[in-house]
C-alpha cells in the first residue's frame, strides 16, 4: 500500500508539473498525425505524420531521461525501472482526421480554463502524456514499483493496429500486465473474442448471373444486388411490390434485384437490417429458383435470420459479456459460389476453436463450407480478480463515483492483442460535452477534455503502478 505521506508527494508532483505537462502535451498536439493504412511513404509505413509524431514524443522523453526505441517508425518503446515482471503501459501518437467543422485550431492546444480542446487530447495523446508523467513522477520520487514498465507509443492505433501488431512481432518478452489508458473509466475487463471466416455456399444457376451486397466485413450490409436471367421483370416486379426494401429493375436481358438495409457496426448487430437476408427472402417469395439456387437462398435467408449464433448452432451467452453476435458483412459470386463473410464477436468465456469446429458441423448439410478463418481470443480478467480489484480501488480512491462498475465490450483495443492487458481510463462515462451532443468528444470537431480529468489519470495510474506491488497480477 501506497502511505498518505507518499501519496501526499505524488499529489504534489503532480501540482507541480502541470504547466509542464501542458507545454509537453502542446508539442505532441501541434503534429498532424494522422496515420495512412497501407500506403507507406518511403522507409515510413503510415507515412510521415505518423513518424513526425513519433520523432517529437521521443525527443520528449528521452528529455525525460528515460531511454526511447523507436521500432522502424512503427512505435515507440521506452523501458523505466528493473523487475522480474514488467507491466506494459499503451497508448497511441496517432490521430484520426479532423473534417472541416472545427471551430478552435485542432492541431494547436486550445487551453479555455480547465478545458483543454485538440485533435488527440482525450485520444489519446493526452492520457498517454498522463501516464508518461505517471512514470516520471514516481521516478522523481524514487518510489518505482518492483516491476519494470514499458511505455508504448503507438503510430497507427486508429487505422488497422499494425503499430502493435509489429511491436507483438519483435518484442521477444511481452509485459506480463498491460494497461491502456484509451477506453472507458473505470475499467475494461472483458473484450468479446472475435472470429471471422467465409462460408462458401454452392449456387450455380443459369438464372443467378450476379449476386453481391455490403461494403466491409465489420458493418452489417444495407445494400445487396442480384442480377438475373431468363425471368420476367415484370412479373418480379408485381410479385415484390409489396415488399419496401426491395426494386426490381429490368436492362435488357436482365434483371437487377436490389435490397435496402440498414448498416450498423458489428458489435451491435441486432440494431441493423441485413441487406442479404432481405435479399434472400425476396427471391424466395418469388418463387423463381430451384435447385442449388433455391437451397442457397434458403441458406442464406437462414443465416442472417438472428444475429446471435443460432442460425449457425453457436448460441453462446455468459454472464460478464452477455451474447455472441454474428453478422454477414459482405457477398460476393464467383465461379457459382456466393462467398458470405462472417462476422463472429464471442463472449469472453467461450472458445473460438470449439465454436469453429460448431458452426463447420451445422452447415455441413448445405455442403457449406468454411474458409479463411481468422481468431482473436478474448480478453478477459475476472471482475473479482485481485488484479481488477485493486485498479477499482485505486480508481475509486482518486473518482469516488461509487456507481463505477467493471464492463466489457465488444472490443477493440489494444488490449485484445495483449496478455492479460486491460483498457483503463480515460473517459468519463458521467461527462457530457460542452459544446452539445455531436461535438467535442473523441472523434468529434473540437474534441476537448477537462485538464482535470487528465491530472486526476496521472494520479491513478502512479498509484496503481505502486499498488500492483502488494499482488500477484496473474492471479
Ligand atoms: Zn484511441
Not at 482526421?97 to 485550431?105: A, E, S
Request: charged share 25%; glycine share 8%.
Amino acid at each position: 500500500m501506497l502511505s498518505i505521506e507518499n501519496e501526499n508527494r505524488i499529489k504534489q508532483w503532480i501540482e507541480d508539473h502541470k504547466e509542464e505537462f501542458i507545454a509537453d502535451l502542446s508539442k505532441i498536439i501541434a503534429v498532424p498525425s494522422v496515420a495512412t493504412f497501407g500506403v507507406s511513404e518511403g522507409e515510413y509505413p503510415f507515412g510521415v505524420e505518423s513518424a513526425n509524431v513519433l520523432a517529437a514524443a521521443k525527443e520528449l522523453v528521452e528529455s525525460y531521461g528515460f531511454p526511447v526505441k523507436n521500432l522502424d517508425n512503427y512505435c515507440l518503446v521506452a523501458n523505466v525501472g528493473e523487475g522480474e515482471e514488467k507491466i506494459g503501459l499503451f497508448g497511441h501518437l496517432d490521430v484520426v482526421p479532423c473534417g472541416n467543422d472545427w471551430n478552435y485550431p485542432p492541431y494547436q492546444l486550445t487551453v479555455d480554463g480547465d478545458l483543454l480542446i485538440g485533435r488527440g487530447v482525450l485520444d489519446d495523446k493526452g492520457p498517454l502524456w498522463a501516464s508518461i508523467f505517471a512514470v516520471r513522477c514516481l521516478k522523481d520520487l524514487d518510489l518505482m514499483p518492483k516491476r519494470e514498465i514499458e511505455i508504448f507509443m503507438g503510430g497507427q492505433e486508429e487505422c488497422g493496429m499494425n503499430d502493435l501488431l509489429h511491436y507483438v512481432e519483435v518484442t521477444e518478452k511481452l509485459p506480463d500486465v498491460s494497461f491502456t489508458p484509451d477506453g472507458n473509466y473505470p475499467i475494461c475487463h472483458g473484450e468479446k473474442g472475435g472470429l471471422r471466416f467465409y462460408l462458401a455456399v454452392p449456387c450455380k444457376d443459369e438464372k443467378v448471373v450476379d449476386f453481391s451486397g455490403g461494403t466491409v466485413r465489420n458493418v452489417v450490409a444495407d445494400k445487396a444486388v442480384a442480377t438475373l436471367k431468363g425471368v420476367c421483370g415484370k412479373a418480379l416486379s408485381e410479385k415484390l411490390a409489396s415488399n419496401k426494401r426491395i426494386s426490381v429493375e429490368s436492362e435488357g436481358e436482365f434483371v437487377k434485384v436490389t435490397a435496402t438495409g440498414a448498416s450498423v457496426h458489428a458489435s451491435i448487430p441486432e440494431n441493423g437490417i441485413n441487406a442479404i437476408g432481405v435479399l434472400a427472402n425476396a427471391l424466395l417469395d418469388a418463387e423463381i429458383f430451384e435447385g442449388e439456387a433455391k437451397a442457397a437462398m434458403e441458406f442464406l435467408s437462414l443465416v442472417n435470420s438472428d444475429y446471435n449464433g443460432a442460425a449457425l448452432g453457436v448460441p453462446a451467452e455468459d454472464e460478464p459479456s452477455g451474447k455472441l453476435t454474428h453478422v454477414g458483412g459482405v457477398i460476393s459470386l464467383d465461379r457459382g459460389i456466393l462467398n458470405l463473410s462472417i462476422d463472429i464477436r464471442y463472449p469472453v468465456t467461450e472458445n473460438g476453436d470449439e465454436l469453429l469446429k460448431k458452426i463447420i458441423k451445422t452447415v455441413e448439410p448445405y455442403k457449406v463450407t468454411v474458409h479463411d478463418i481468422a481468431d482473436t481470443k478474448p480478453a478477459y480478467s475476472p471482475a473479482d480478480s485481485d488484479k481488477v480489484r485493486t485498479c477499482m480501488r485505486v480508481i475509486n480512491s482518486v473518482f469516488h463515483k461509487d456507481h463505477w462498475k467493471p464492463y466489457t465490450m465488444g472490443g477493440g483495443t489494444y488490449a485484445k492483442h495483449l496478455p492479460n492487458a486491460c483498457a483503463l481510463g480515460p473517459e468519463d462515462p458521467d461527462y457530457e460535452s460542452p459544446f452539445g451532443l455531436f461535438r467535442g468528444s473523441i472523434h468529434q470537431a473540437d474534441e476537448s477534455t477537462p485538464a482535470k480529468l487528465l491530472f486526476d489519470t496521472m494520479l491513478v495510474y502512479a498509484k496503481l503502478l505502486v499498488e500492483l506491488d502488494d499482488i500477484d497480477i496473474n492471479k
